[in-house]
């Protein structure tokens, strides 16, 4: 099980980026799928989740109005649009992904997943 993750790269401060997320070799169809970040010297932070239909999403406080998460099942694909980006969105981006079962319950906490993608890189700098 193999997800990969690309999409980052260098933005301006209020400029928009759009990550993207897939697997590959196995259908992403029965998994919940989350957003992490990791800005340097800081932890593992939850951005963003999507239940497996893509009908339910979840995102953190701090970045609720400016992101939003979507996927494509029929393409296999998960994606997160950021847009009016900030210097303290500068991070490592993951996606994530755990098998569900269930509509209704977000899985927000890093352990309760159990493949990630290798990252990719978001710099939002002037």
């Known amino acids: 099980v193999q997800l990969q993750a690309f999409g980052g790269g260098l933005v301006e401060p209020g400029g928009s980026l759009r990550l993207s997320c897939t697997a590959l070799?196995?259908?992403?169809?029965?998994?919940?799928i989350g957003w992490f970040r990791q800005a340097p010297g800081k932890e593992r932070e939850i951005v963003s989740c999507?239940?497996?239909?893509?009908?339910?999403?979840w995102l953190s406080d701090s970045v609720k109005g400016r992101f939003t998460v979507s996927r494509d099942n029929a393409k296999n694909m998960m994606y997160l649009q950021m847009n009016s980006l900030k210097p303290e969105d500068t991070a490592i981006y993951y996606c994530?992904?755990?098998?569900?079962?269930?509509?209704?319950?977000?899985?927000?906490?890093?352990?309760?997943?159990?493949?990630w993608g290798q990252g990719t890189e978001v710099t939002v700098s002037s």
């Open positions: 999507i239940s497996n239909s893509g009908d339910r999403t």
């Open positions: 070799g196995f259908s992403l169809g029965p998994y919940a």
């Open positions: 994530a992904a755990v098998p569900s079962y269930s509509e209704t319950y977000f899985y927000t906490s890093a352990t309760d997943y159990d493949y």
